[in-house]
């Protein structure tokens, strides 16, 4: 899997260097905005368990 | 593990560390963290022009995980953003050229290693004495003191020309407002000549730019520092598109290592960003200060040790330099973080 994907990258960026600059920069944006909306769902699940932790049967709204 | 592109082998947890510092210094100095990953890379054996390429894809990543945190913050000025670009693509393909030339003369290792290296002290050292400065002046009158100055007599200049006709269309002033940075006034030519030198010093060494861009924003159209961490990172994202372009159609990004530092500095970028709310600005300014600095005293160190004559062994100094001091700056801001969440701490007052 490796070895097939480093050889991969090593011919198609060397044979194809506008399809590979496109490329790159689809998965790196890509990569980029992925990567935050995995940690505002992450931060979010995370404050919402907190906050779900804080408020006992005694802090509910009457 | 070995990278295709980069035609080197390096440790991959190597690559996660400085990934992670690099997110959490980035988040927090807004800056894409170029000074860092090209210095970093240096230092791990990777190919001068590969570091440089490199660096400016995970900039671009790096960059647009940041921008999208802090445009929720609303520490982002747009027009501002708009107007350096302006001055930052042309300065890009310029820099690319002459990076180009220099590399076909064989002397771009040394270039962007010596260039690096000026530049990461003297800014460091500013911002230390700027720190130093200030500290010492809020002592002594119990007042906090102005580092806008220079942008002061900036906002005054009147230069011309104060409009130009459009071909079909009223007169246009060049005298921009910017109320997200809270400026009255400024001549459009000083954010596009500021981008365009910012652009071709960036384009030059593989960086985003940030690094020179934060403090000029500061001292120079006198923002405040939040917005300026914010709106960098604007200016740092075209500078990434139009870098890992130019340097992708020479083959010299390895998508491979910018994927696992771009995994690596999305958590650190988290907190870097979030602790910007609760660190007064001085206090951003003089870690920003001891990070640069630390990264030119890594490249100095291996560029001494490249010359041989037994001094190999500072390129092991310089790692532990730069990573130690980065990941300790890292780790502060962390703490600052959780100090301020646990006491409930507002940020300090910001300094004008």
Redesign the interface.
């Known amino acids: 899997m490796y070895d097939a ?3 991969f ?2 011919t198609f ?2 044979d194809n ?2 399809l ?2 496109v ?3 689809v ?3 890509g ?3 992925g ?2 909306a ?2 505002e769902v992450v ?1 979010k699940a995370v404050s919402a368990v907190f906050s779900r932790g804080g408020n006992g049967p005694g802090d509910s709204p009457r | 593990m ?4 980069a035609e080197v082998a390096v440790n991959p947890f190597l690559l996660v560390l400085l990934g992670v510092i690099v997110g959490t210094l980035g988040g927090f100095f807004g800056v894409g963290g170029g000074f860092l990953i090209t210095a970093g890379l240096l230092v791990f054996g990777v190919p001068a022009i590969v570091a440089v390429g490199t660096g400016m ?2 900039i ?6 940041n921008l ?2 802090h445009r929720h913050l609303g520490n982002v000025d747009y027009r501002l953003a708009g107007l350096t670009m302006l001055g930052t693509v042309p300065a890009l393909l310029l820099a690319k050229a002459l990076n180009s030339k220099l590399e076909a003369a064989g002397t771009i290792g040394p270039v962007i290693g010596y260039l690096y290296v000026a530049l990461l002290a003297f800014l460091g050292l500013f911002f230390i004495y700027d720190y130093w400065r200030t500290r010492n002046w809020s002592r002594r009158s119990g007042e906090s003191v102005s580092t806008a100055g220079l942008a002061q007599r900036l906002y005054a200049w009147r230069m011309p020309p104060h409009s130009i006709r459009l071909p079909g269309w009223r007169r246009v002033s060049l005298y921009a407002v910017l109320p997200v940075s809270q400026v009255e006034s400024i001549h459009v030519l000083i954010p596009i000549t500021i981008g365009f030198a910012v652009g071709f010093l960036s384009g030059l060494l593989g960086a985003g730019g940030g690094f020179i861009m934060l403090p000029v924003m500061i001292f120079i159209i006198g923002i405040p520092t939040t917005v300026a961490v914010g709106t960098s990172l604007l200016q740092i994202i075209l500078t990434g ?1 139009v870098g ?2 130019l340097y ?4 010299h ?1 390895d ?2 290592m ?2 696992i530092m ?2 690596a500095a ?2 650190g970028s ?1 907190l870097g960003a979030s602790a910007t709310r609760h660190v007064e600005s001085r206090g951003i300014r003089v870690l920003f200060g001891v990070t640069v600095l630390s990264g030119g005293v890594a490249i100095a160190l291996k560029q001494v040790g490249q010359g041989g004559r037994g001094l190999e062994y500072l390129s092991t100094v310089a790692t532990v330099i730069l990573l130690g001091v980065s990941g300790l700056v890292a780790v502060l801001i962390g703490v600052l973080l959780l100090r301020s969440k646990l006491g409930g701490a507002k940020r300090g007052p910001e300094i004008s």
């Open positions: 994907l480093t050889r990258l090593g960026s060397a260097p506008i590979w600059t490329l790159v920069i998965v790196i944006g990569t980029g905005l990567l935050y995995f940690w931060l | 070995f990278f295709p592109n894809a995970l671009l990543g790096s960059s647009i995980v999208l945190k598109v890992t372009a992708s159609l020479s083959n990004v998508l491979l910018a994927i771009l995994s999305s958590a988290q």
